[in-house]
């Protein structure tokens, strides 16, 4: 049998925005076949099914968000800066209302998590890299005092986390833009108290 040819992280993130789109039960094969290009014997051939492709297309949005995270603390400047700009890019997502834009961890795990012991330990470690990397960028800012208060840097990162959480979450009924970007500064406000 002839492997089939194919750009797979371009396939990949293609079912990421369908799956972000409609949600994991309501996409079908059909609306995979629109949005990758590829026939439903292909997606079976290279996934072996539906949830193949969505443990695939995870893993590929994991890679593509710790590539987006490093991006955003990769360069000099202070941690407290680097966070701020990163959580205006997420609200950016937020008001978007674009699929492509969406949190497909957050989608997977509201209507996953419960249901599939596979997926869901594949999005807790997910969301517990992003939490670690997140209190190690907290855990510089303290250390270069740019945060003076009593919280470790676990504790910051848990809220920022709540709160990123919160942010998608409310955005799915009330995208605009100065609510969200209200509710973002006074996020930021409370973390640097």
Not at 26 to 54: V, W
Not at 88 to 94: K, N, S
Not at 136 to 148: C, G, S, V
Request: net charge negative; glycine share 4%.
């Amino acid at each position: 049998m002839r492997n089939a040819e194919f750009d797979k992280e371009a396939v990949l993130r293609a079912a990421m925005i369908a799956f972000m789109d409609k949600g994991y039960t309501k996409t079908s094969m059909q609306d995979l076949k629109i949005a990758t290009g590829l026939h439903p014997g292909s997606i079976y051939c290279a996934f072996e099914n539906k949830r193949g492709l969505l443990l695939a297309a995870l893993g590929q949005y994991r890679a593509d968000r710790v590539e987006e995270f490093q991006h955003f603390f990769s360069g000099q400047v202070p941690a407290l800066e680097a966070l701020k700009t990163y959580l205006d890019h997420i609200v950016q997502e937020c008001i978007s209302c674009e699929a492509a834009q969406a949190c497909l961890l957050t989608k997977a795990l509201n209507e996953l998590a419960e249901q599939d012991d596979e997926v869901q330990s594949i999005l807790i470690d997910h969301l517990s890299d992003w939490q670690a990397s997140v209190a190690d960028i907290f855990q510089q800012a303290i250390t270069n005092k740019e945060l003076t208060g009593e919280r470790s840097a676990e504790q910051l990162a848990r809220f920022f986390i709540m709160g990123i959480y919160g942010l998608r979450t409310y955005a799915q009924t009330h995208p605009e833009a100065d609510i969200m970007h209200e509710l973002a500064t006074q996020l930021f406000t409370d973390l640097c108290l």
